[in-house]
């Protein structure tokens, strides 16, 4: 026993000599660079001009990518909010960090790229958004939102261990506390900052200035809108269509109320349970009237009088016009659109002043700006809003890098980066060993030296969890490559999906068991085994083996 003990000494013994070693090791790194990741949430890639948007204003975002490198292949590994953020603190796969699900608890006590920051003596934050049912872990400071948190005069929870609602529009606050810190921070010390965005998440509430700001526009309807689902089962049996998901009140703002609720009023989760428990129309009715009131119960005076003149200006109109059918979806779609990119405009428009600011306290030159949203998101493609499946819209994201040291303005790539790509790239950049156990790349080759890139993935591995609330998509597994898309559904749809993306770049066509087809998709399976196996998914190798 003695002699265990011993050995068992020796070894911390050496494990804690050769951290301190790397941690000198990047510490004594010349002007090492400070790091700003701002990560937006359910932002859709085809709604930034830098990717294409036609309609759409993000003048600060395209500028950032004018500045840098845009990336037109990155995806996300599961395509909802919390996993996303997880991935990004870990590196791995929701099935390797434990959080593949929204609203449980992330284990921090686990490898955290936050936490080897920290031992480099990176000075590190997050500010916004964190959604990952606990407190943060690796941050020096941080003021992050509770939950989801809310647009007007949100809560923040502090590092310093209290709460605090904080008047104003939260993604305005956000940009004030990122100011706010980093004009606090030790200047003799490198820092890192997670700016956590609330905007672009569903239920799409402008800052009041943007309030109408594309309400001239009539905005063309996806090809794919009144999508059939022919030959696919999982997309027909989704639950978040404009159509029917989308609800009038809550969503669009739709008679809703902007009266300050009654002080035994039911919580907004209350609601929520009740209005999943209510099995008439006329119970489901009812409680819609309450959401309003409840929604907007923080509004200041000021917020509750302009919302309160816009939206009743919306209402009146839909009073008016007596809607049904196609006539009615369309509508909602035309109102859907006009209050996500309205909201989407604060979100560039403080994206511009966190540059301004860098640009005017001379920090732009070395420091780091990465912009991405932790997943994509349906414009009306399929019918849709939401996320979550494997195709392009839900996985596809917009992600740029800019880095005057050692990126050049205005270049893009497009090699298959992923979401935990970004752990690894920013301990690399910080002079920092990337972890074994870390199942991305570093993107720093990319950004010296796409060309000088050989070995670069050709191929994504994909796997979804949330399963059935809240959108009733099953759940699913799959790979996609530059070309090809290929998912196996599981659970009570259990199917297979194939699709050529060059073809058929919308994805309504199903080759899978198409006559023609079998060498293709006997070459993918054997590439997504290769996949589920290295990445060590044992739950989809059980599936991936069994005959439907």
């Known amino acids: 026993m003695k002699n265990y003990r011993n050995f068992l000494s020796t070894l911390i013994g050496f494990i804690s000599v050769c951290g301190s070693a790397q941690q000198l090791k990047a510490q004594q790194i010349p002007n090492r660079p400070n790091i700003i990741f701002i990560l937006s949430d359910d932002h859709a890639y085809q709604t930034v001009g830098a990717y294409g948007a036609k309609i759409a204003k993000t003048p600060n975002i395209d500028r950032l990518a004018k500045q840098g490198v845009r990336f037109n292949n990155a995806v996300v590994t599961n395509a909802i909010c919390g996993p996303s953020r997880a991935t990004l603190l870990t590196g791995k796969y929701s099935h390797k960090n434990g959080y593949p699900l929204n609203e449980q608890k992330f284990d921090t006590n686990q490898t955290l790229f936050s936490v080897l920051l920290q031992q480099a003596s990176y000075q590190t934050a997050w500010l916004g958004k964190w959604h990952l049912g606990n407190l943060p872990k690796g941050f020096d400071y941080y003021n992050i939102l509770n939950g989801q948190g809310q647009y007007f005069n949100p809560d923040f929870i502090s590092s310093a261990g209290d709460t605090t609602q904080k008047e104003g529009y939260v993604t305005n606050i956000i940009t004030d506390l990122t100011k706010q810190w980093i004009e606090k921070r030790d200047p003799s010390k490198p820092f890192f900052l997670v700016v956590g965005e609330k905007a672009t998440h569903r239920s799409w509430e402008p800052d009041l200035q943007d309030l109408g700001a594309y309400d001239k526009i009539k905005f063309p309807l996806p090809s794919t809108f009144y999508d059939h689902y022919e030959t696919r089962l999982a997309a027909k049996d989704q639950d978040m269509t404009i159509d029917k998901t989308m609800n009038l009140t809550s969503d669009l703002k739709v008679h809703a109320s902007f009266d300050k609720p009654a002080a035994n009023a039911p919580s907004q989760k ?165 972890p074994a156990d870390m199942q991305g790349k570093s993107l720093l080759p990319l950004l010296k030296d796409e060309k000088a890139v050989t070995n670069w993935r050709k191929d994504a591995y994909y796997h979804y969890y949330e399963f059935p609330q809240p959108h009733h998509v099953h759940p699913h597994f799959g790979i996609r490559s530059d070309r090809y898309t290929l998912a196996r559904f599981y659970g009570e749809v259990n199917s297979w999906e194939l699709f050529d993306n060059q073809s058929d770049p919308k994805q309504v066509k199903n080759m899978y068991g198409q006559k023609g087809q079998e060498k293709l998709t006997a070459d993918l399976k054997a590439k997504l085994k290769k996949l589920i196996v290295e990445f060590d998914d044992q739950e989809a190798l059980k599936i991936f083996d069994q005959k439907i």
């Open 270 to 434: 209350e609601l929520n349970k009740l209005f999943q428990a209510a099995k008439t129309p006329e119970e489901k009715a009812a409680l819609q009237k309450q959401f309003g009131s409840r929604q907007f119960g923080r509004l200041n005076d000021e917020q509750r009088k302009a919302y309160s003149a816009y939206y009743g200006k919306v209402t009146r109109e839909f009073d008016s016009l007596k809607l049904e059918g196609k006539a009615l979806v369309e509508w909602k779609f035309q109102r859907y659109m006009k209050d996500y990119l309205a909201t989407a405009n604060s979100l560039d428009r403080n994206i511009g002043k966190m540059l301004d600011y860098l640009d005017a306290t001379g920090l732009s030159e070395n420091t780091i700006v990465i912009y991405a949203s932790d997943n994509g998101f349906y414009m009306g493609e399929h019918g849709w809003f939401d996320k979550r499946f494997v195709y392009e819209e839900s996985i596809h994201v917009p992600m740029i890098v800019r880095y005057p040291k050692l990126t050049k303005a205005g270049t893009t790539t497009d090699k298959i980066v992923l979401n935990n790509d970004w752990a690894p790239t920013i301990l690399d950049a910080a002079g920092i060993k990337v």
